[in-house]
């Protein structure tokens, strides 16, 4: 082989070499400006080259999902910087919302289960808990109606599980049946978190009250009301 062929060989690899180096020291200093609390600041990362953001990208995806992404997935989450919504990858989904690009945990369904008075757990980290009391004199706001239920009208006993497809809710003091699509959405509550949500039924089988947003009609309190459940969860992180 020719010596000079040689150098050139030598001199080009070690340009390739110097180029591969700073994409990563700076893809490694793009994570460490954006992150914050499990999250990725959008607003940061276009700040960057999209050689950079790609590497970056790259790097975070195999981190948190412990996959090697391709360059279609890295092409496709590129399109989370510019637009809210959910991606599909091997291994786990990444999210883009409210300026902040991160990979929502994998949650568990509820499962139907017996509920009395007391505690209840529901999951590794969320107990519910109904309190018998009494009704209170002092004026309750219409958030704290929506975490009562008038004893004498619920039917017991109770259960919760998780949603299907056409359950509805007359949620008070609204007059409204809604189907639990419609609150989601109306209630802001993301996709990946919906099967979380704890749903209480009676004996009848009605949906009587939804984790986040409320009591039904058929068990809210009134003027008439002397005895309560007090509806409390206990919610552990991670």
Known sequence: INPSLLKVFKRNFENFQQVDDFIEKESNKLKKEAFSEGKYKIDIINKYDDVIVSEFLSNIIFENLKT??????????????????????????????????YFPKKRNNIKMKSIDLGKNKISNNKTLILTKTNKTKAQLS?????????????????????????????????????????????????????????????????????????????????????????????????
């Open 142 to 238: 219409l958030n704290q109606m929506n975490s009562y239920m008038d004893f004498e009208k619920v039917k017991f006993p109770l259960y919760v599980r998780s949603r299907k497809p056409k359950d509805k809710i007359k949620i008070a003091p609204r007059n409204v049946t809604k189907s639990l699509k419609q609150l989601f959405v109306e209630n802001k509550i993301p996709v990946e978190n919906r099967g979380e949500i704890v749903l209480l039924f009676d004996n009848d089988d009605n949906l009587i009250y939804v984790e986040k947003i409320g009591v039904s009609e058929l068990v809210k309190i009134d003027s008439n009301t002397n005895k309560m459940i007090k509806i409390k969860f206990e919610v552990l992180d991670g």
């Open 68 to 101: 090697e992404p391709e360059k279609i997935h890295i092409n496709a989450v590129m399109q989370l910087l510019s637009e809210d919504k959910v991606i599909d990858l091997p291994g786990g989904k990444i999210k883009s919302y409210n300026n902040s690009l």
